[in-house]
């Protein structure tokens, strides 16, 4: 099955932007349903007030992803007030959607990990310290151990650090994809302006068409050949 990562972001925006990308993020949802396509949230950035996101990351998965993700990319434009600021003179607000690099979890292979034992340490005295009953499971691609001394059984440690490790080696993957969403991010922080894929209008955020019909262009030339007739009158 095919995935996207994307990023929607209000870059070094205002307040205003958060918002937009609030807006954004619903109306892009609600077409990734249309489409068939599933979604997982990995990250969402909340905003400096009520109902704005900062940064909103989603992982997109099915066959047409490739092709929807294209109708997006881009700059994203509103057209409107701002919801924040009443007499604020500004009526364009820009955001930022973007495809992200990948950094793919790997699952952990029981043939990669390998296990010492090694005595258990505790309180002298105790059966526990007078047997190699402590297991450490490495995993040998990424150099990853743990130690696991919870039972006197060496059997019932081993499962306990094959456990433990996949834990771990998991939880070292998941940091890494949220550092490379974060470095991604910094990147993207100055959102492009102009020629934006899509155009939104009004706080009810319907969308604006965008008409370039010839026969529009011909009407609006029409209309001032006979603006000018007038004035010459």
């Known amino acids: 099955m095919n995935q996207k990562i994307i990023q929607i972001t209000a870059g070094r925006g205002p307040v205003e932007c958060s918002w937009v990308v609030a ?51 881009g700059s994203v434009q509103w057209i409107g007030t701002s919801t924040f600021r009443k007499y604020h003179k500004r009526k364009n607000w820009f955001i930022g959607i973007y495809e992200l690099d990948q950094l793919h979890t790997q699952k952990i292979d029981e043939r990669d990990i390998s296990f010492q034992t090694m005595r258990s340490s505790g309180p002298g005295g105790q059966n526990v310290n007078k047997v190699n009953s402590a297991v450490r499971a490495i995993h040998k691609p990424t ?11 060496q059997h019932q440690n081993r499962k306990i650090a094959v456990e433990r490790l996949k834990d771990k080696v998991l939880e070292i993957q ?4 949220k550092q490379s969403l974060s470095d991604q991010w910094e990147n993207h922080l100055n ?24 026969k529009n262009k011909r009407n609006q030339l029409k209309k001032e050949l006979q603006n000018e007739l007038k004035n010459k009158q």
């Open 174 to 177: 998941l940091e890494k994809l």
């Open 23 to 73: 807006q954004v993020q619903k109306v892009f949802l609600g077409e990734v349903k249309q489409t068939g396509l599933t979604y997982t949230v990995i990250q969402r950035i909340q905003g400096t007030e009520n109902g704005t996101i900062q940064s909103v990351t989603i992982k997109l998965q099915g066959k047409e992803v490739k092709s929807f993700i294209m109708n997006w990319l």
């Open 191 to 214: 959102v492009k302006r102009g020629n934006p894929t899509r155009i939104f209008k009004g706080t009810d955020f319907k969308k604006e068409k965008n008409t370039k019909t010839y």
């Open 143 to 153: 150099g990853t151990n743990v130690v696991a001394m919870d039972s006197r059984s």
